[in-house]
């Protein structure tokens, strides 16, 4: 025997199980099985309205207020076109800062790379104790070694 009023179908379109224990989603107030009640499992269009981050604008790096409801690409996206304080001109950082300390080596490199034993910042050349001429503590070895 049927029982054609229990149940609902999932509205995932890939789905459309019969769940006897179904699922509303709080955003878009769809009906989905245990498979499909996440956001990134269905595909939500109506997350934003639930999603509580505070964007920041990857130009000045200033917290931008979303109000519930609002799309925060489009509220940064504003922001960035009229109250925006980035001025290119003042802000260009450099990414290889790291001067390399053997002598002679006009190298640069983004991230440090600091010798073990005598904690000094050098290039990949000469990040090994016997590339640098090591004055740290003990006898220098190679890594490699």
């Not at 922001?79 to 002598?103: G, V």
Request: proline letters at 8%; charged letters at 30%; hydrophobic letters at 25%.
């Amino acid at each position: 025997m049927e029982l054609p009023g229990l149940g609902q179908p999932c509205s995932a379109s890939s789905c459309r199980r019969l769940d006897f224990l179904p699922l509303k989603c709080d955003a878009c107030e769809e009906v989905f099985c245990k498979d499909h009640i996440t956001y990134d499992q269905h595909k939500c269009t109506s997350a934003y309205k639930k999603d509580v981050q505070v964007p920041v604008c990857p130009l000045c790096n200033t917290p931008i207020p979303v109000r519930r409801g609002e799309m925060p690409d489009v509220v940064v996206g504003a922001h960035m076109d009229r109250d925006c304080k980035y001025n290119p001109a003042q802000h260009k950082e450099r990414i290889f800062t790291n001067k390399c300390l053997k002598s002679g080596c006009k190298r640069k490199e983004m991230m440090k790379l600091v010798c073990d034993q005598c904690h000094g910042n050098f290039c990949i050349k000469h990040r090994h104790p016997l590339d640098h001429d090591c004055t740290g503590a003990g006898r220098p070895i190679s890594k490699a070694g």
